[in-house]
């Protein structure tokens, strides 16, 4: 057999040895560690919970590629970095990706781009509905034991578009059309859902729909668990105060300054401001900025009654900052609900990040919203992996925060080599891979992780 495969131009010799490179490799890889995501995602069984809220208009006789193997290959591209649906055209001949969907390197290939595709197009709302669902029950199932309280953050993030698809709106603040998606972690890092909507600022009643909505998904679970709200201010909204409170969910919202509220901290604004310039005078010990808190009882004119605000003070060399939050917790003092507990939805940004940047979640390029949002939750599968397997590593090792992209890189991009003989399957990994102590550590450990 003659190998046409080119020759790779302009390489320099070595010691006076010409180098000759040309892609001739056979059954090689670029994706070792997918033989650890495929553990995880056989684990959690999310593939097939997704694809069971979708039905298939497909003649049963004819199908080469279920739905759960087109939606596992499809996280599993995500979570090795090819958000490109156009990817699965090469990726589907690649032995690490057919071992991970259970199929033999010599079998036959996997599906294309266009059966992606056409999955990506598949569902309707119903589905979308049951879907949303079933991504609350992998969060519910991720559990050992039931928990007596979770807490939930929910932000949105904006998502630029640059073609015709249906929601998409012009946002000022942006100076770009996109989208808005609304997006829920819990206190832990775990993803609870994703909802696509317009690139708008959601409204009150907007928001108290997706809470009800969330809410009931959870509860249908856990009947009694008790849940707290955190978010920024323009989810603090009359319209969720009120339903929360009618339904025993707790809240710990940002709260946009106004002259109604700064009337109560002049006095604490002024008298942090001159203890600022005693300790940078040295008449008082340095330490810095100044902090200090305060506690009252205010309404807005929408608001039905009044809430508890809490206000924090911080005095600088730049001058006087002030923060408000709107709680209807009655127990804690002031300093330890903004600084413990409201600052800590800090980290649900980072939640995104990983999200959107090192998974491309924003990589919603359909024509209708309908594959969009469909997109958003399969990111989300993806999110599921890496998580997983960052979860499960060892406490207080740095593998335990590492972020998603080096998580990859790390433990994913590892060359393989698949030799299928009759009895076994051998995969050569490279001998001087660096971390492949911890990737033994890693598949040791995975019969910890909750199914």
């Not at 010691?15 to 090689?28: E, M, N, T, W």
């Not at 603040?173 to 972690?185: R, S």
Request: net charge positive.
């Amino acid at each position: 057999m003659v190998d046409i495969t080119p020759f790779l131009p302009g390489l320099s010799p070595v010691q006076g040895k010409a180098v000759v490179a040309r892609f001739d490799g056979g059954r090689l890889s670029s994706e070792g560690g997918l033989l650890a995501l495929r553990e995880i995602e056989r684990r959690l069984g999310l593939a097939d919970r997704l694809a069971g809220c979708l039905r298939d208009p497909r003649m049963p006789e004819k199908v080469v590629h279920r739905l759960a193997e087109i939606i596992r290959f499809r996280m599993l591209m995500i979570a090795a970095g090819y958000e490109d649906g156009n990817d699965a055209n090469t990726l589907r001949g690649d032995p690490m990706f057919k071992l991970a969907l259970d199929r033999l390197p010599s079998g036959e290939e996997l599906c294309s781009q266009s059966t992606v595709s056409r999955l990506e197009n598949l569902p309707d709302r119903r589905a979308l509905l049951r879907l949303g669902r079933a991504l609350v029950e992998q969060y519910c199932s991720s559990f050992r034991a039931v928990p007596r309280r979770i807490v939930l953050d929910i932000d949105d993030t904006f998502d630029r578009v640059h073609g015709g698809q249906q929601l998409r709106l012009f946002n000022a603040y942006y100076d770009d059309y996109g989208f808005q998606p609304i997006v829920v972690f819990d206190g832990e890092g775990r993803f609870v859902t994703a909802l696509l909507r317009p690139g708008k600022r959601p409204s009150g009643v907007e928001i108290r729909s997706f809470v009800r909505r969330l809410v009931g998904a959870i509860r249908a679970h856990w009947p009694k668990v008790e849940i707290l709200l955190r978010a920024d201010s323009h989810y603090a909204a009359p319209e969720v105060f009120d339903w929360c409170r009618a339904n025993r969910v707790d809240w710990l919202f940002g709260l946009a300054p106004n002259v109604a509220l700064r009337r109560h901290v002049t006095a604490l604004e002024k008298s942090t401001a001159e203890r600022f310039k005693e300790a940078k005078a040295g008449v008082a010990p340095n330490r810095g900025k100044v902090r200090r808190f305060m506690q009252f009882y205010d309404a807005a004119e929408s608001w039905s009654r009044v809430e508890r605000i809490i206000a924090r003070v911080e005095a600088g060399s730049e001058g006087t900052d002030t923060r408000f939050i709107v709680t209807n917790l009655e127990g804690g003092r002031a300093k330890h609900l903004y600084e413990r507990l409201y600052c800590a939805r800090g980290q649900a940004e980072n939640h995104i990040k990983s999200w959107k940047n090192h998974l491309a979640a924003d990589r919603t390029s359909c024509h209708t919203a309908e594959a969009n949002q469909f997109r958003l939750f399969l990111h989300a599968g993806a999110y599921w992996l890496l998580w997983s397997m960052r979860r499960v590593m060892p406490k207080r090792s740095t593998w335990r925060v590492m972020q998603f992209d080096t998580l990859r890189l790390r433990l994913i991009k590892i060359a393989a080599r698949v030799v299928e003989l009759k009895t076994q399957l051998k995969i050569n990994l490279p001998s001087n891979a660096p971390d492949q102590a911890i990737f033994a550590v890693l598949l040791a450990r995975l019969p910890r992780l909750v199914t």
